[in-house]
């Protein structure tokens, strides 16, 4: 597939487009507590000792709910730039 031509007005207003997008303010999600995060990881173990399953599964999701979050929520703030070398 061929590269596009980077000097096409029609690409060069999208590429403007997005700069532009890009400059607007983020809507956070305001951050769990530490404390918060570290109970239920030390709580896991316990349930999982004490056959809860239950409350095991459910603290487990949490905890993959939340890391997901934190690691989606570094990314979104990681501008992607693209080598002009490369097109």
Request: with cysteine; proline share 8%; glycine share 4%.
């Amino acid at each position: 597939m061929p590269c596009p031509e980077m000097g096409d007005a029609r690409l060069k207003a999208l590429i403007d487009t997005v700069h532009a997008e890009r400059g607007k303010e983020l809507k956070e999600a305001i951050p769990l507590p530490p404390k918060l995060v570290v109970s239920l990881e030390v709580m896991l173990p316990k349930l999982i000792l004490e056959k809860k399953d239950a409350a095991a599964i459910t603290v487990w999701w949490v905890l993959i709910l939340i890391y997901a979050s934190l690691r989606f929520d570094a990314g979104v703030h990681v501008a992607m730039s693209i080598p002009r070398d490369d097109l």
